[in-house]
């Protein structure tokens, strides 16, 4: 299913040079076909295109122009991934080329099988079904705790990331992240937040895969059967505590009793009627995934912490005018709102 309102208009298509992108294939013995590309609306990070290789459908992925935060955007690694989890992962589409040269298009891009669907962000679909909300749930956790369940050695995977001091390294490279991207001068709420953080930090549960960035508009569904066709965007992807994916999901997950400044962040369509309240998210996925219930108030917190400095890095960009559309404006307002919401909530809230 082709939907238009999945592609962007015209004034908002970031250009690249597809020339020799085309010269590129050309010279693999691939005819890449650049007079019809399209760029996907969705994605606040990396860039998508819907475009033809050797007369078939496929995604073409680059990060923006311009400096990337450190880690950011890691293309080689969602190649290194996408070449080999499919055979273990079925919704994982299947990687078909990589460009690490940056001296052809002035970053590196990516060519992913192309699967039908829609990606669903801060708004459901007119065509889903009443029953979406929870059945778009069960799928999503359902979707989340099968990766966690592959082995990584059974897909040639278990060298991937370092599980160990996962929790740490993610905590102290985010609060390095923020220094970043708040140029050297970040809020007194992002160094508190990381101050409490440190005194607390729990054993690493069960080593999993991890997509790190699990959500709705980051799967492609049949807006009619509600049926999973694919998880997309896995340039973060590793190995480390299956918690963590869980809490990265829940971060986004706003409730109606939560402060309005938070409402905006609209990744998932959580507070229309009839989606579940992240307790009850969390108990679904630890029924789903056969562990023990336990307490994620310091992966949520942490969690929190990498969305408000991921979307102060994509308020950066957009002030440098590397990344465009009016979405962004309000990036960096909503990432010192997240920051006071995960400072006001890590000891009440009961997950």
Known sequence: MTDARQFRDD?????????AVSLWFAQQNHQFDWNNVRQYAGGVANMNYLALLDGVPVVFRCPPSGPLAKGANDLAREWRVLSRLNGGYALAPRAISFCGDAAVIGKPFLV???????????VLPSECPEDAPNRLTMELIGAMTALHRVDPASVDLDSL???EGFLE?????WLLRGEAAWQGSPPKELRHLGDRLRTSVPLSHRTSLLHMDFKLDNLLIDPVTLSIQAVIDWDMATRGCSLYDLAILLSYWVEPSDPQEVWGLAQIPSLAP????????????????????RSLSWHLGCARLRLAVAWMQLALLWERGEVVGDRYKDFATLALSVLRWANDSIDTEII
Do not use: C, N
């Open 169 to 173: 390294r993610q905590l102290e490279g």
């Open 274 to 293: 009839g989606f579940m309240r992240r307790r009850e998210v969390a108990e679904r996925f630890f029924v789903m995934s056969g562990d023990e219930y």
């Open 161 to 163: 990331g370092r599980p």
């Open 11 to 19: 004034t908002l298509v970031v250009k690249q040079d597809w020339s």
């Open 112 to 122: 992913i099988e192309h699967r039908d669907g829609v990606a669903i962000g801060g």
